[in-house]
């Protein structure tokens, strides 16, 4: 005789960034137990593995809890983040125990709240078009995950050309607008790379002002209080 199935309950979200409504299952016990450890295999990993270690996990628990039918490859990174603490909020509770370690070393404990996160530059065009020499510009959009866990960590300046490169939407001159699909991505690269410094500090000026997600709250060492900043998503699943 088969045991009967559980039924878990459904919750209806809505994208910070995307504007779009979804619907989410809690995770289970396998689902919680395989992303823990997960956590624990990060801490051992080189500093620029655990990024994308973390996002294939995070992707995978995304896939098996959502019920809508969209296409999380396509996320950015901030819908992508907010998926994540609600599905942590919804299946382990909204608190969130950590360990704050303050520069002058001593550790302390706290505790913040899932639901007190906020997503910073939500309201903030997710496009943007700049002219990068005469009569050439380029448009730029949000990454979305799948280019996030793309993106080379040789150098700070092989990742800008790189995140530049997966971030442009056309490219258009006095005559012609460029799919960037249609162009091989070294060819891209080399695109940017001939772009002028004085454009690259600008494009980088777009990245600075594209979504978020941040907690932040102030806690107390024994010399003074200090700006707790919570970003990295790992740091919500301890």
Not at 154 to 179: G, M, P, W
């Amino acid at each position: 005789m088969s045991l009967p199935t559980i039924a878990l309950k459904q919750v209806e979200i809505k994208l910070p960034v995307l504007k779009k409504k979804v619907k989410i299952r809690p995770f289970t016990v396998k689902e919680q137990k395989n992303l823990l450890l997960a956590v624990e295999q990060s801490k051992v990993l080189e500093k620029n593995e655990v990024d994308n270690f973390m996002l294939s996990e995070f992707r995978t628990l995304i896939e098996s809890c959502m019920i809508t039918d969209i296409d999380i490859s396509q996320l950015c990174l901030a819908d992508f983040m907010f998926i994540c603490l609600q599905l942590r909020s919804l299946s382990v509770g909204d608190k969130v125990k950590a360990k704050y370690t303050c520069p002058c070393g001593t550790k302390i404990d706290v505790e913040f709240d899932v639901d007190n996160i906020k997503c910073m530059n939500a309201k903030n065009t997710t496009e943007k078009s700049f002219n990068v020499a005469d009569g050439i510009v380029v448009k730029l959009g949000l990454l979305n995950i799948e280019d996030v866990m793309s993106l080379s960590k040789e150098n700070h300046i092989e990742l800008i050309i790189e995140t530049i490169a997966r971030s442009i939407k056309s490219i258009a001159d006095n005559d012609t607008v460029y799919d960037p699909k249609d162009v091989d991505f070294e060819e891209l690269k080399d695109f940017v790379s001939n772009f002028p410094v004085d454009k690259i500090k600008l494009l980088e000026e777009f990245f600075d002002s594209t979504p978020y997600l941040i907690y932040q709250d102030k806690v107390s060492c024994p010399t003074e209080e200090k700006l707790l900043e919570v970003k990295d998503i790992q740091d919500f699943f301890i």
